[in-house]
């Protein structure tokens, strides 16, 4: 059998590209906010429905870009529960992590623990709509309200996903999508940072470019960050698509769901009332104990068969030993016992139901 692995690249058709990217030849224009990259800005300010989006090389420079806007040694309260990049991004900025836990259902980080943790060198709270599962944002947003703090949220997993109504990408002070090519929206590399306070505009554009405003003075210390032609244009097909690849990977995540649901042992999030999800991870955790035994069981086994789920996410990132000794790591049992037991099941355009139902049949076994 041919391998499976957690995600697959999605692809728009070829001719759709070579199309596409044809007047570049003419044009010469390769980089440097060229017309592609402008037109893939002002279609995803149409998706995404929000005031400003700004496209970076990947979605971890513009987490960058958003966390060097505060002052070197704020506290950030944030979660270990994610992907290395939320917790480095901050670390390269100069920011403390402070380490908050998770809530169980939906693995994101807990309203209820962060006031404890709130000291006067925090600016920011930094929570991850992880798997796509929005945050309990409204209760977050109370706190941060209360104690005058900023919400940047990493939505790296949550491309078009709605809660209420409201598109994920307006709600915080600014939100980070990635469009990795393992993402459910891709440009290869890349991804944005959104906002609604359009003071954010002048240094974020200017981190993105060396620190220059205009042609010669460079205001502030920054990097190089831009996305090229080449890799917009590959946003700009792929976006006709978008909404049919969430459709497909819906058929997926729902066989997952309906074999799995129930199983003892075996627990997986429950549906969010109210959210339009995009299906970005399909992840289940084996709960009989409390240690990685199941878990790994699993994955050994599936391996076996050539299907490769991944731990996403474990180790947290507070256990990270690029850490060791540079701040004091609070504990959080939950998000610790949550990446013990997760496995991020096979979620992509190139599974079928079959495939799904074939795998819950063989985790059933090692159960
Ligand atoms: C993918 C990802 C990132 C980083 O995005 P890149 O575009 O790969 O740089 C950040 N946070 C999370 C949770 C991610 O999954």
Redesign the pocket.
């Known amino acids: 059998m041919k391998p499976i692995y957690v995600v697959q690249p999605s692809l728009p058709p070829y001719e759709e590209f070579i199309e596409e990217i044809k007047d570049l030849w003419d044009s010469r224009i390769l980089t440097h906010y060229g017309p592609k990259h402008q037109a893939l800005e002002k279609k995803l300010v149409d998706y995404l429905k929000v005031g400003n989006v700004e496209i970076f090389v990947?979605?971890?420079m513009a987490?960058e870009a958003i966390f060097n806007q505060y002052p070197k040694g704020s506290e950030v309260i944030t979660t270990p529960y994610?992907?290395a990049?939320?917790t480095q991004a901050m670390v390269r900025a100069g920011l403390v992590p402070v380490f908050c836990d998770i809530e169980p259902d939906w693995l994101t980080l807990d309203p209820t623990k962060i006031e404890a943790l709130i000291t006067d060198k925090t600016k920011l709270i930094a929570p991850?709509h992880v798997y796509g599962n929005v945050c309990r944002y409204k209760e977050i947003d109370e706190v941060a309200k209360k104690h005058g703090l900023d919400v940047v949220y990493?939505a790296?997993?949550a491309f078009g996903v709605f809660a209420d109504g409201t598109s994920v990408a307006a709600i915080g002070t600014a939100a980070m999508f990635?469009?990795?090519a393992t993402?459910v929206f891709n440009t290869v590399?890349g991804?944005c940072l959104t906002f609604g306070n359009d003071a954010l505009r002048t240094p974020i554009e200017a981190w993105r470019m060396y620190g220059m405003q205009g042609k010669e003075n460079a205001s502030l210390v920054g990097t190089n960050a831009k996305m090229t032609e080449m890799h917009a244009a590959m946003g700009l097909c792929n976006l006709k698509y978008v909404d049919r690849e969430i459709g497909i990977r819906e058929q997926i995540a729902k066989t997952y769901r309906r074999e799995l649901e129930g199983v003892e042992g075996v627990k997986i999030c429950p549906v969010q009332e109210g959210v339009r999800s995009n299906y970005a991870y399909f992840p289940v955790l084996f709960t009989k104990d409390e240690t990685t035994a199941v878990r790994d069981a699993v994955a050994d086994h599936l391996g076996q068969l050539n299907i490769f789920p991944r731990k996403y996410f474990y180790p947290i990132t507070s256990e990270f030993d690029a850490y060791k000794g540079m701040f004091e790591i609070q504990p959080t049992p939950i998000a610790s016992v949550a990446s013990n037991q997760v496995l991020t099941l096979p979620l992509h355009t190139g599974l079928t139901v079959e495939d799904a139902k074939y795998i819950c049949d063989e985790i059933k076994k090692v159960l």
């Open positions: 990947n979605g971890h987490l994610t992907y990049s939320t991850v990493d790296a997993h990635s469009f990795h993402k590399e991804g």
